[in-house]
């Protein structure tokens, strides 16, 4: 029952956030096009549920700088001033309220990780695509990208098999303690964090 009505206030909430947040969208569109040579925005492709993927929209807080080879330099290097302050607000998370609309995320899930990941999961870690990914979820609340990834893929196949109307509820709460805060954003010694190996 809850999986209908989840659909249901997802689609309610991200409308309605997207309206009250325009204005603030705007002047990061304006400031990030300038920080990224005109491009505000960063597509990507993530696996949503069961691993079918989609591209998921967020702010571009990195830009393209490349070395001499080619290749793109680290993530320290390549985020930008604005994008240090959007990233640490997670304002950058904002455009994804989009792929809530369309139905490929939900306002509440594990979060949506790299496809090259899908193959490295066991099958217990795999559970996590079980639903729908999210834009905030049970991992980001509780340690975010200050906790190994084994502890990540623990917490959201917990939440697959708790999740309810009080769990979202508590989760959106700490989500916004921990915003606040600016807790617990990178992985020490990174700029966002480390790939996942398997």
Known sequence: MYKILKFILDFSVAFVALGLLFPVLVVLVIFLAIANSGKPF???TRPGKHGNLFKIIKFKTMNDKKDKEGNLLSDEIRLTTVGKIVRKT????????????KGDMSIVGPRPL?????????KEQSRRHDVKPGITGWAQVNGRNAISWEEKFKLDVWYV?????????????????????SDNINTKGQATTTRFEG
């Not at 790299?114 to 066991?122: K, Q, T």
């Not at 999740?163 to 700490?174: V, W, Y």
């Open 161 to 181: 098999d708790h999740q309810s109307f009080i769990l979202d509820i508590k989760i959106l709460l700490k989500t916004v303690e921990k915003v606040i805060k």
């Open 42 to 44: 960063f597509f990507q």
């Open 114 to 122: 790299l496809p090259s990941y899908l193959e490295l999961y066991s």
């Open 90 to 101: 997670s304002l950058d998370e904002i455009p994804q309220l989009l792929n809530v609309i």
